[in-house]
Structures are given as C-alpha cells and as structure tokens.
C-alpha cells in the first residue's frame, strides 16, 4: 500500500498558505452584505455551478437553519440549483447560460442579495445573473478563486481566495460558510 502521508501533508501545508493570505476585511464585507439584509427581511440568491452549487446548498442550510433556529426572524437564502425540472426546462427550452437568470427574473427585487459562487470567476451562467442582478438594483456578491475572473470586477462585494487550485479554492469557499453562519448566528452575540 502507498504511503499517501507526504500528500496529505503538502494538501493541508497549501491549505496554511492560503489561510495565512486571507483578506479579512473581504471576508467582514460579505458578513456585513448579509447580516444588513437579514435585518431589512431581504432575500439572498445563492448561485453555483457543481462544487459551487454543493457549497451554496449548504450555505443556505446554515443560514437558514442554524443561524436563526431559535429566532423569530429568520434568513431567506434561496438557491436555484434546488429544483432540477426548473433547472433542465430554461437549460433545454433556452440556455444553460440562462438557468439563474431566468429564476432570478421570477423572484429577485431591489434590495435582495445576489451572491455568485465560481472558483474560476467565468462561469457564464453567474455573469448573465449577476449583471441582471446589477441592473436590477440588487446587492452582487462574489466568491471566486484563480484571478478572480470576470466576475471580481462585476460585484459589489467580493470574497476572492486568490490561488490557482480549484480544491483549495473549494475548501476555503466552503470554509467561509461556516464562518459565516456562526458570525451571523442569532445567539452569537457578534
């Protein structure tokens, strides 16, 4: 059997690496984008493609549940991923690119949160949604990876993890779901 240690090792030391060059102050900017809009009973739109997706589900299971459970007011994070009928009927009647979009004209107001969740910033389906979100009067949110892509220049307010490995990338996405969710956490305090 292979000795996988060595790789385990350099996985968690590229994991240190991009922890020890986080911004902070990005990271405090998203809070804020999210904690204004639970006050002002805002909705959050959470899109993301494959890995992404699985992470914007899981944010919106943190929030919804877990940082408000015991609150009377709660958070509205919805995510379009949710519904594969929804999804595959605009992708097959119209575009893959037009998947959030679409559902976004159903549902977004001004006012509302539109956060984009892709490692690489170039998933064309979150621009088309972002800049709809844009022109609607949303609040954009970026989290992206690698050198932000075309989606970094196009938010609002961007988490951007930059390293060139969408696994890390990933991880650290992931990571500050859960960072998130405590800080916004109706017992927390902040």
């Not at 809070?31 to 639970?38: E, G």
């Amino acid at each position: 059997m292979p000795d996988f240690t060595p790789g385990i090792r350099r996985y968690l030391g590229e994991l240190r690496q991009v922890f020890d060059a986080l911004n902070l102050a990005e990271m405090d900017a998203v809070a804020q984008v999210f904690q204004r809009a639970y006050e002002e009973g805002g909705k959050i739109f959470v899109l993301g493609n494959g890995g992404s997706a699985a992470t914007a589900s899981h944010m919106a299971c943190d929030l919804n549940k877990d940082a408000c459970f015991r609150a009377a007011k709660k958070f509205r994070v919805v995510v379009p991923t949710e519904s594969v009928a929804t999804l595959t009927a605009i992708g097959n009647d119209a575009s893959f690119d037009d998947i959030f979009v679409e559902q976004l004209k159903n549902f977004a107001q001004a006012g509302d949160v539109v956060v984009g969740i892709s490692g690489s910033g170039n998933s064309p389906n979150i621009l088309k949604a972002v800049e709809y979100a844009n022109q609607l009067g949303c609040t954009t949110v970026g989290f992206c990876g690698y050198d932000g892509g075309k989606l970094k220049p196009l938010v609002q307010c961007c988490f951007h993890v930059r390293y060139d490995d969408m696994h890390v990338v990933q991880d650290i996405h992931m990571i500050l779901v859960h960072v998130l969710s405590r800080l916004l956490s109706a017992d927390a305090g902040h």
